[in-house]
Each structure stands twice: as structure tokens, then as C-alpha cells.
């Protein structure tokens, strides 16, 4: 194609650094240069002010020419040469390599803190999957130096091995192209809002560092919160992470190309296992005899109790029953241990018995039936008929101490200790703790010997005994609650209400609800208390609930015998701390679902402050009752199955029969 001037269209295009035969190469050529030298000479680097593109039309050309030069141009006819072969590379100087480290390192500084995602960095990325990148070249330029050089891509050099054009013009119309494109991914500054640079895509010298996969926060690390059974965990893995493995390998992971390195690899395990990661060395420095003293790394120190409580709290279920020594035990423990308020199930369930059942062991069959495969019975133990069991969560039976107990009889009348006290005493991780169940003398009167009856055993049991003692400069040895930190005391305490059956069943009759204030004015428990005769440094959550002796075996009527005792609240929970607003009470509540016994059963719900501890006391290492385990599951799944198969069979005997 040519112009008016008789000359092809793209012999107007001038791309070597020689001198080129024929007035239009020399005039672009001088004329393009002037703008380039001048700006790299300023700046050293390539920003022009108003760049002349390279494929501009000899039209646009000629008008910058003189009258005579356009004059000459009309009577010279010229062929023009292809261009020389440019060279593949130069050595930069010193002063462009820190330039362009410096501008490389102020652009990423941009990226990070541009809001509105202008710089390099960003567009650069965004743009990779878009277009390949185009890497150009331009040197600072000396003062004396009159060439430039502009290095092309290497499928150009490739095509021109020799410097000989193969193309005719169209090649050079596609080299003219091709370095108008360099040139713009380097002068692209003047294109976006407040003048910023914009280079164009930055090639790291590296492979990127990995991500951070480790997002599992310590809430769902939970003790409460990390079962399997938990529906809605699962749904949230799967939409985080679109998978879910139970066991993922470093090579299918790699293999997937999820991970770079070891660290992501466990990062991701530990993420989806919720299993914190264990370095080598902290397993070959620990001691799983007596652990690890370290601040960090111990088995009961800081870190793991965060681990396992974020907030160092741990919940308790207290229960006491006296069961009047009946052989038929209650169809459903359901609403005794687990009621529906709160939501969750507690950490650790300490039940207390008087006038226990003839078989003890089927009673705690029971209780590990009920409370599922969840628990195990980290230890139970029994004076007479005073029983008492302890059930922890399995995750959390490697952070209990040894486990002591110790028994004091109050009063023999016959062969079979009916009255006196059982205390079992064991450390959780840094936190010591001592369970007293009792059953003190009987009687509406005989509150002295109801006193006597706790001053023997606060001094006659003798706990701890192996287990040292956390705060031994506030123990004493007359007092063995002193010498723990946390001190649980339940049981059937005996304690009356000082008034006639007659006013106390008017005053039931009149507050049917949860008003009890009336009645607990004349309970006697409570008046010695406050006199700090019985249970001192002892504190009770307040009462809502009927009192919970004496009632007609099977029935809701309180006793209907010619004795007429009058109805109180005997069997109590009460708790005292070495430190201030260590345990708070969330529920003091009875259970009037279970009629088998004249006394319904007791029971208190705690959050209880943990501390971190050391791993110098002697270790349970996992102990618990592992027969008790497998006979309670068995029958839990023995139970479901005959529930199933009872539905089955009354969904089959369902006969819809026309006469």
C-alpha cells in the first residue's frame, strides 16, 4: 500500500541504532531520539513525557518535517534496508541495578498499602493468566552515546538468525508493534489516577513462600467442641477447606500441590485433625514418667491447657442421691445427668451416693451407659454404702495426677456403715481437687451431733497423700479442706427445716413455684452457716427448688405415714475455693423425674477456674475402668438396637384391614 507520496507505508519505520541510508530513517530516526535521549538522560530509566509510538504514519511524520526537507522527500526515491539484528543483551550498570532494585521494592511497598489496587504488584498478578509477560530493556543513556538500545523479545532474534529480514515491510511492521508494546508496559505512568508508575509485570527470582493453611482457631480446639459427632464441623471444613481427609500424607499432599514445605504439611494435618503438631525435640526431651519442668512443652503446663480451654474454665456436674438402699434402680439416668438446660454436656461428672443400691456395680454400669462412649470412670470408691464415682471426659484423662481416696466413719450401729465420709482428692493439671459425699446423723434435733459429725471428718481424713499440695503456706493440719484448692462437699447432711409439717405445707401450697425464701428461713443448715459453727469458708448457691425429703416411694406427695415428717432439704451441695471467685454456680436444682427412693436426687452444675501446672506429680497416665467402658457401650448400642426393632416391629404390625 502506498501514500500520496509514492512511498510503501511501512518503509516510514525506523528501528536500528547505525545510521540507515535514506532521509526518512534519518529524520524518524533523530526526531524519535530526541525524545527518548532526552528523558532517560534526565532520569536514567525510560519515562517519556509524550512518547512518539513507534508505528506513527509517515503522514504524522512528514508534518513535523520542514518545507524543504518535505520538498527532497518528493523527489528522492529510496528502498529502505531491514534492520540490523539488536543486540540480545547488555550489561546494566550499577547505577540501573539499584535503580530497579529500589523501584522494585517501593512498588511492592505500594501494593500493600494502595486500597484501591492500582500498583504493579496487584495488576501485575491479575493480568498473568491474561497475556504472557513482555520483559523490555532500555539503559540510561550517556551524554555522549548517540544510539538506542531497545532489545527485542527472543522469538524475534530467533526469527532473524542472521539480521536478514524474511518478511519484507510486514516485518517491520511487526517489530514496530512489538516494541510499541514494550515500551508501553514501561511508560504506562501517565495512564492512572495521581500520576503513580506502573511497571509492568514483576517476576520474582523465587518461588513464592507457601500459605498459612493453619486457620483452626482455639475455640474449636475445645474439649466441647471437637467430636466427631458435630454435624455443623464438618459442613464448615468442607466449605473452607472443599475436602475433608482423615488422614492426609506429606506426599498426597504435595502431590495435590497444596503445600510447599514440612511446616504447611503439618499445619494442614494438624488442621484437619485438630492435633497440634509435636516438634522432635520436644518428644525426645520429655519424660512421660514425671514430664517435662519446662515452662513450654510441659504435659500440664500453659500451652496445653489453652489447647484444651481457652478460657481456663472447666465445667462440673455434682450430684448427691440417697437412694434408701432400693434394688430397683430408675429406667432412664437421662434428665439426672444430663438435663436440658444448659445445652452442653460438663467436662467432669463426681456422683455421690448414700444408702447405695445392693450392686454397686451395676449402679455405675448405669452411669457409663447413660453418660456414652464420650466419658470414661476415672475412678469410684465406696465406704459401706456411701458411694462415690468420678466420670471425665476421655480426652482429658491424661492431665489427672493419681488418684487418692480416704474414708471416716462417724457412727457404727451395725455391721454395715451407714454414716460417716468418703473423699477422693487428685490434681488437674495445675489445680487440686477434693470430693467429699457424707451422710451425717438423722434426726430433727440432733443438730450438735450433725456438727460433730463434720469436725471429725475435716480432721480424721487424710488427704493428700501422695500428691503434693499446691499451696502448702495456706494448708492446715487440722483441716483438710485447707489443703486444696478447689473443695466439693455433698451429701445427705440431715439438716431440717425448725417448723411444723402443718406451716410448711402452707407455705408450699401458697408458692407452688420456685419461691422458697419462706421455708429456707427456718432451715437449720443455712443458720449454722451463717453463724460459721458448720462449714466454714463454705458458700451454697441459692435454692429454687422443693425441698427434696421425705417423699411417698413412686409419688410427688411428701410424706403421707402416721410420722408425718415435715419435708426439708437435706440433701445439700456446698463448695469453697483457696482463691476468690474461683468456682461460680450456674444451677442448684433437684430431679423430681426419679420416685424410687424417698429422696430425690441433688444436683449442681460449676465453672471452675483451671491453672497450669507442672508435671512433677505422680501421672494417672490414662488410667480408667476399661471393663466398666466396654460393658456400658455394649449396652448403650444393645438398647438402640432394641429400640430400632421395636419401631420396626409396630410400623409391620400397622394392618390396614376392610371389611
Known amino acids: 500500500m502506498s501514500t500520496p507520496n509514492g512511498f510503501p507505508q511501512h518503509s516510514r519505520v525506523s528501528v536500528t541504532r547505525g545510521t540507515e541510508s535514506g532521509a526518512v530513517q534519518d529524520l524518524h530516526a533523530k526526531k524519535a531520539g530526541r525524545a527518548v535521549k532526552k528523558e532517560v538522560c534526565n532520569n536514567g530509566a525510560l519515562a517519556l513525557e509524550d512518547p512518539i509510538s513507534v508505528g506513527t504514519s509517515l503522514n504524522e511524520t512528514v508534518k513535523l518535517l520542514p518545507d524543504e526537507q518535505k520538498a527532497n522527500l518528493k523527489t528522492k526515491s529510496l528502498t529502505p534496508r531491514p534492520p540490523r539484528k539488536p543486540r540480545l543483551e547488555r550489561a546494566a550498570s550499577l547505577d540501573e541495578k539499584s535503580w530497579r532494585r529500589w523501584r522494585r521494592f517501593k512498588t511492592s511497598q505500594e501494593s500493600l498499602t494502595d486500597p484501591n489496587e492500582t500498583s504493579s504488584s496487584n495488576g501485575s498478578l491479575q493480568d498473568a493468566s491474561l497475556s504472557p509477560p513482555v520483559r523490555a530493556r532500555a539503559s540510561p543513556c550517556h551524554p555522549c552515546s548517540q544510539q538506542n538500545s531497545l532489545h527485542s523479545s527472543p522469538d524475534t532474534s530467533e526469527a532473524n538468525p542472521m539480521g536478514k529480514s524474511k518478511g519484507g515491510t510486514s516485518d517491520l511492521g511487526k517489530r514496530a508493534s512489538e516494541i510499541s508494546s514494550a515500551f508501553g508496559g514501561l511508560l504506562r505512568g501517565k495512564a492512572f489516577a495521581g500520576g503513580k508508575p506502573r511497571l509492568s509485570q514483576i517476576m520474582p527470582s523465587r518461588p513464592l513462600p507457601p500459605l498459612e493453611f493453619n486457620v483452626a482457631s482455639h475455640t474449636l480446639r475445645t474439649a466441647n467442641r471437637i467430636d466427631s459427632d458435630c454435624m455443623d464441623y464438618r459442613h464448615y471444613s468442607q466449605h473452607k477447606f472443599g475436602r475433608v481427609s482423615s488422614s492426609l500424607s506429606d506426599s498426597r499432599l504435595h502431590g495435590n500441590g497444596m503445600v510447599y514445605d514440612n511446616c504447611s504439611t503439618d499445619s494442614m494435618k494438624s488442621t484437619f485433625s485438630l492435633l497440634t503438631p509435636i516438634r522432635s525435640k520436644d518428644v525426645r526431651s520429655r519424660s512421660y514418667l514425671e514430664g517435662s519442668l519446662l515452662a513450654s512443652g510441659a504435659l500440664l503446663g500453659a500451652e496445653e491447657l489453652s489447647r484444651y480451654f481457652p478460657d481456663r474454665n472447666i465445667g462440673i456436674f455434682v450430684a448427691t442421691w440417697n437412694m434408701q438402699g432400693q434394688k430397683e434402680l430408675p429406667v432412664n439416668l437421662d434428665d439426672f445427668l444430663l438435663p436440658a438446660d444448659p445445652d452442653y454436656a460438663q467436662d467432669m461428672y463426681v456422683i455421690g451416693v448414700q444408702e447405695g443400691c445392693p450392686d454397686r456395680r451395676e449402679w455405675e454400669i448405669r452411669l457409663q451407659e447413660t453418660l456414652g462412649p464420650h466419658y470414661v470412670m476415672l475412678y469410684s470408691a465406696a465406704h459401706g ?83 503434693p499440695d499446691t499451696n502448702p503456706y495456706r ?115 433437684s430431679c423430681p423425674v426419679i420416685k424410687t427412693s424417698d429422696h430425690r436426687p441433688v444436683f449442681a452444675l460449676f465453672r471452675v477456674k483451671v491453672r497450669p501446672g507442672r508435671d512433677n506429680i505422680p501421672l494417672a497416665a490414662g488410667q480408667f475402668d476399661r471393663e466398666l467402658y466396654l460393658i456400658g457401650i455394649k449396652r448403650r448400642i444393645t438398647r438402640e438396637l432394641q429400640k430400632r426393632q421395636e419401631q420396626k416391629d409396630q410400623k409391620s404390625s400397622s394392618i390396614c384391614s376392610i371389611s
Not at 427456718?522 to 463454705?538: A, H, P, V
Request: charged share 25%.
Open 385 to 467: 454404702v456411701l458411694y462415690m464415682s468420678i466420670f471425665i471426659r476421655r480426652d482429658l484423662i491424661w492431665f489427672c495426677s493419681e488418684v487418692e481416696y480416704a474414708t471416716v466413719t462417724t457412727r457404727i450401729v451395725s455391721q454395715i456403715k451407714t454414716k460417716g465420709a468418703l473423699g477422693i482428692c487428685f490434681t488437674f493439671f495445675g489445680t487440686s481437687f477434693l470430693f467429699i459425699t457424707s451422710h451425717f446423723t438423722s434426726g430433727d434435733s440432733k443438730v450438735n451431733e450433725r456438727k460433730m459429725d463434720y469436725s471429725k471428718t475435716i480432721q480424721a481424713l487424710t488427704l493428700p497423700k501422695n500428691v
Open 475 to 589: 494448708s492446715s493440719s487440722s483441716d483438710v479442706t485447707t489443703r486444696f484448692d478447689e473443695v466439693f462437699w455433698f451429701g445427705d447432711f440431715n439438716f431440717r427445716l425448725n417448723k411444723d409439717r402443718e406451716t410448711v405445707d402452707s407455705i408450699l401450697n401458697q408458692n407452688p413455684g420456685t419461691d422458697v425464701s419462706k421455708l429456707l428461713a427456718y432451715d437449720q443448715l443455712t443458720s449454722e452457716m451463717s453463724r460459721g459453727s458448720i462449714f466454714k469458708g463454705f458458700q451454697e448457691a441459692d435454692i429454687h427448688f422443693r425441698p427434696s425429703y421425705k417423699f411417698d416411694i413412686g409419688k410427688d406427695s411428701y410424706d403421707t405415714t402416721s410420722k408425718q415428717r415435715t419435708p426439708s432439704y437435706t440433701d445439700r451441695v456446698v463448695y469453697r475455693s483457696r482463691y476468690r471467685d474461683d468456682i461460680h454456680a450456674v444451677k442448684y436444682s
